[in-house]
């Protein structure tokens, strides 16, 4: 029974269109995250919500719109897809601040 | 700004041999350090938590260490096998608000 399931794992997508990546956890956790690993394998936090509120935006560009509808899902909306998106985007959560953090297996992303 | 790094990028042992791996952090003021082990095409999965007022952790053969005075912690896995080749990430969490820094990962492998 996975923990963090996140859809889709794979995307190839063309520049311009707009995309959803979703994801939901079944672990009870208050906090969820989106986090971008680049080709250089860098991982880089892009939001954290807790309870449905927003505590983290980490300087990504307004393209990108997180929506949570509970506290379970944490759905990521971008629109107008640029080459440079293409990353793998994790989807992560906790029980709170400073607790193990429980990640998705990623969602492949590629803009042609 | 804390910034994490890894080194070396990547680490070639013989099975059975003890393997250390390590991480530095800039910003001393850490609410814990995680390291998490990443399997190709996969998710982090986390393997240590250090809470900034541990010295270490261990759990079955692995072993972490914090010494947030000189801003380094270390993962020693002992005799190890090939189903430790990974790649092993650190990250350090803020003594203030709810981020993750990364470092960029020791990819392992271990020949049998």
């Known amino acids: 029974d996975t923990a963090v399931s996140q859809t889709p794992k794979y995307l190839v997508t063309q520049m311009g269109n707009d995309k959803s990546i979703k994801c939901e956890q079944n672990l009870g956790h208050d906090t969820m995250y989106w986090y971008k690993q680049d080709s250089k394998k860098f991982l880089k936090i892009m939001f954290s919500?807790?309870?449905?509120?927003?505590?983290i935006n980490e300087t990504v560009p307004n393209r990108f719109s997180p929506k949570s509808p509970d506290k379970a899902h944490l759905n990521l909306h971008i629109n107008s897809l640029e080459l440079g998106d293409s990353a793998v985007y994790f989807c992560?959560?906790?029980?709170?601040?400073?607790?193990?953090?429980?990640f998705g297996e990623g969602s492949w992303l590629t803009v042609v | 700004k804390q910034e994490v790094t890894q080194i070396p990028a990547a680490l070639s042992v013989p099975e059975g041999e003890n393997l250390v791996l390590n991480c530095s952090f800039t910003d001393s003021a850490i609410y814990n350090l995680q390291w998490f082990r990443q399997d190709p095409g996969k998710g982090l999965t986390s393997l240590l938590l250090i809470q900034s007022s541990q010295r270490e952790q261990t759990s079955g053969r692995l072993n972490a260490s914090l010494d947030k005075s000189s801003g380094r912690s270390t993962l020693y896995i002992a005799a190890s096998q090939p189903g430790d080749s990974a790649t092993y990430l650190c990250a350090a969490l803020k003594a203030a608000g709810n981020k993750l820094t990364f470092g960029g990962g020791t990819r392992v492998l271990v020949k049998p």
């Open positions: 919500y807790n309870n449905k509120e927003l505590i």
């Open positions: 992560a959560s906790s029980q709170a601040r400073g607790n193990t953090i429980y």
